[in-house]
């Protein structure tokens, strides 16, 4: 079985702070990782995702997340926030399988305020 | 570009009432899912369905059961609506494979009276 912990439900963060959004998970298998953002009145979509390879991942807008197997932790990170990041932050674990249709396990959510 | 729709944006319903969400995709994805989302829970797995005519319960599939006659329109039903029932659902399908990206409909919020 697997299973994610996002430790903070809310986190306010002044404009052009930084700001770190906590994922650890928990698995007994080698895992793929992601990071899903809902904006407002929107479905998920994904940010950036961890397969194999480098343990840094970066998206489009800024953002990077770690890979550390040996803390079992994805923190997301970004150096500068934009008003434009208010959003709710999933992060996802998948245990890598044979199967291929293998189902995600969500975190509950974190909460990014960004403060004018 | 990438659609999942989703037939409602709002619903209510009263306590009994059979439901029905639909959820259509027009990427030629294999698999679909359905989601509930619930404050301070995160997202649920109720239902996914790997292709056509096939389906797997999820975390939470007391209360729901689910459709997938076409590939691209996955239905979640609610046989008798309960209050505990309230809450946003999402669609999501994608191209099979743990790996790859699902992509999510905007949602419906579901309103049992």
């Known amino acids: 079985a697997q299973s994610v912990t996002q430790l903070d439900s809310q986190v306010p963060v002044f404009e052009e702070a930084p700001v770190e959004l906590r994922c650890n998970y928990s698995s007994s298998v080698s895992v793929y990782l992601f990071w899903y953002v809902q904006y407002p009145n929107q479905g998920l979509q994904l940010l950036l995702k961890y397969l194999s390879g480098s343990t840094l991942v970066e998206s489009i807008n800024g953002f990077e997340a770690e890979f550390n197997k040996s803390q079992t932790s994805f923190h997301l990170r970004k150096p500068s926030v934009h008003i434009s990041d208010t959003a709710e932050y999933f992060c996802a674990v998948t245990s890598i399988s044979n199967f291929g249709n293998e189902k995600l396990t969500f975190g509950t959510g974190t909460r990014l305020t960004i403060i004018p | ?113």
Request: proline share 3%.
């Open chain 2, 1 to 113: 570009d990438v659609k999942v729709t989703q037939s409602s944006r709002y619903l209510v319903k009263r306590t009994g009432e059979k439901v029905f969400l639909e959820c259509v995709q027009d990427m030629d994805h294999e698999n679909m899912f359905w989601y509930r989302q619930d404050p301070g829970l995160g997202l649920r797995l109720i239902y996914f369905s790997y292709d056509v005519k096939m389906k797997e319960k999820g975390d939470i599939p007391e209360g729901y059961s689910v459709s997938r006659e076409k590939k691209e329109r996955f239905s979640l039903i609610l046989e008798s609506a309960s209050t505990n029932q309230t809450s946003m659902y999402l669609c999501a399908s994608r191209v099979s494979g743990i790996y790859n990206e699902q992509f999510f409909g905007p949602g419906t919020r579901l309103t049992v009276l």
